[in-house]
């Protein structure tokens, strides 16, 4: 079992930066942070392969976001550190692991993905 609670979210303006942070249990091949906005689907934000130190974002968030994992005093945590944020990504943020080798095409796909903590709120304003 792996257990993942995720904080810092809030609100920003436009333009603004937020890092959020996701306190892990332990490790797994791949972990990866989500969002959920009110009516959508949740969608794959980006996600980081352990083993070899690998980063995956998607398109809408490429070059805004940065996804880091830090191994210190034996407490894992995985951040999203999210710059020039934009009202549309407001959403919950969810942390998420899973401990199955994934192929590329799958990587942001939220199916593949056992484990998730509750989330963090974040609101972004124009």
């Known amino acids: 079992q792996v257990q993942l609670e995720e904080s810092g979210g809030g609100s920003v303006q436009a333009g603004g930066s937020l890092t959020l942070s996701c306190a892990a249990s332990t490790s797994t091949y791949y972990m990866g942070w989500f969002r959920q906005a009110p009516g959508q689907e949740r969608e794959g934000v980006a996600s980081?392969?352990?083993?070899?130190?690998?980063?995956?974002?998607s398109d809408s968030v490429k070059g805004r976001f940065t996804i880091s994992l830090d191994n210190a005093d034996n407490t894992l945590t995985l951040y999203l550190r999210m710059d020039s944020l934009k009202p549309e990504d407001t959403a919950m943020y969810y942390c998420?692991?899973?401990?199955?080798?994934?192929?590329?095409?799958?990587?942001?796909?939220?199916?593949?993905?056992?484990?998730w903590g509750r989330g963090t709120q974040v609101t972004v304003s124009s």
């Open positions: 998420a692991a899973t401990r199955s080798l994934l192929g590329t095409t799958r990587i942001l796909d939220k199916t593949v993905y056992d484990y």
């Open positions: 980081f392969y352990t083993p070899m130190s690998k980063t995956y974002y």
